[in-house]
């Protein structure tokens, strides 16, 4: 399916009808459903596998959608999301009676965003409804980044939008509101930084963590191979002809049997739409290990060895010590 005006019309249809839908946003591909239909939402949990504790996203095309589904107009709000909509931000925010207990797993509180997509903008307008939507992969394993992904690793999607490669790559940043201040939940694209300096006045709340939001695991975004993280000391314990590497410039530090150079400038945003993809690629390619190269953390650095250290949680060398 492609994304054309045809296929989301379509898809819309499929919607309303309380079916599940894959579409394209600019971080990753998300499986869709009418976010106010506990039946067609429900079906997201089953076929992902995903824990109902773990609360999904909901997406909306315009800021006054967005204030159906919230109670809260506190203007840090408004300053957000007119600042970062559409783009790679999700507030959570208290929820209005709109918004089904299956959708927030139970909590006062919902997340929101406004993809840059125009192929999920559309959908949304031409559903006319707000989409939840987690990313489109089996629980715990890696996001999808290209439909094919989708379609591979998560058969049984009513349908799905095509829409190329994902721009950014990485999940969006995950920020809770409250009256008096923030906290991020969850490290992306847009940066601290890049929060603090449009709301300089609403204080980062005590309590930030990135493993508070439910569903936030210490092992997650996992390949079905092991994934570490690359060390000088751990290049010299492996076998780099049943290895596989992921990094930004080269050369490649061993004759590794497969190389994956995502930013030969060194721009972290590249390495950061390139991973998901390439771990994609090296797990089915017949290795026994990948290595990745870890970043600093510093702007979406931090982002980036979430998800790195993550995808490696509790992994160890196939090849001893
Ligand atoms: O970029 C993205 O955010 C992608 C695309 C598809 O939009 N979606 C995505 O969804 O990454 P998902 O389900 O993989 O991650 C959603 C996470 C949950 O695991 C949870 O940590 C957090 O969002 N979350 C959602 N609602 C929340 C709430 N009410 N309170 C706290 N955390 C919430
Ligand atoms: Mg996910």
């Known amino acids: 399916m492609t994304g054309n005006k045809k296929d989301i019309k379509e898809a819309a249809a499929f919607i309303r009808a309380g079916k599940l839908v894959a579409f394209p946003t600019e971080t990753v591909y998300g499986l869709g459903a009418n976010a106010l239909d506990p039946l067609a939402v429900a079906k997201i949990y089953e076929l992902k596998e995903r824990p109902s504790f773990d609360p999904l996203i909901v997406h909306v095309d315009s800021i006054a959608r967005a204030e159906t589904l919230t109670t809260f107009r506190n203007k840090m709000m408004y300053t957000l999301a007119e600042a970062f909509w559409p783009g790679p931000l999700t507030l959570v925010v208290p929820k209005s009676d709109v918004v089904p207990d299956i959708v927030s797993s139970g909590l006062p509180t919902v997340g929101i ?60 940043t995950i920020v809770a509101l409250q009256e008096d201040g923030f906290r991020l939940l969850r490290p992306g694209a847009i940066t ?25 695991m210490d092992s997650h975004y996992s390949p079905v191979i092991p994934f570490m993280l690359s060390t000088p000391e751990l290049i010299q314990s492996i076998d780099p002809e049943r290895t596989g590497y992921i990094g930004l410039s080269g050369p490649a530090p061993a004759p ?28 089915h390619a017949g290795l026994e290990l990948i290595i990745a190269e870890p970043v600093p953390k510093e702007g979406i650095g931090v982002a980036i060895m979430d998800r790195l250290l993550k995808a490696s949680f509790g992994h160890s060398s196939p090849f001893g010590k």
Do not use: C
């Open 113 to 172: 965003r406004m993809p840059d997509h125009p192929i999920a903008l559309e959908l949304i307008r031409e559903a006319d409804r707000p989409l939840a939507a987690p990313s489109a992969n089996k629980f715990g394993r890696i996001s999808p980044t290209r439909a094919w992904h989708v379609d591979r690793y998560l058969p049984g999607v009513d349908k799905v939008l095509d829409g190329g490669i994902t721009r950014v790559g990485i999940e969006s």
């Open 192 to 216: 601290r930084n890049d929060l603090l300096r449009l709301v300089p006045e609403a204080p980062e709340l005590p309590g930030s963590s990135i493993t508070e939001a439910p569903g936030m």
């Open 256 to 283: 590794f049997k497969e190389v994956r150079l995502l930013a030969e400038d060194g721009d972290l945003s590249k390495y950061a739409a390139g991973l998901f993809g390439a771990m994609h690629d090296l797990q």
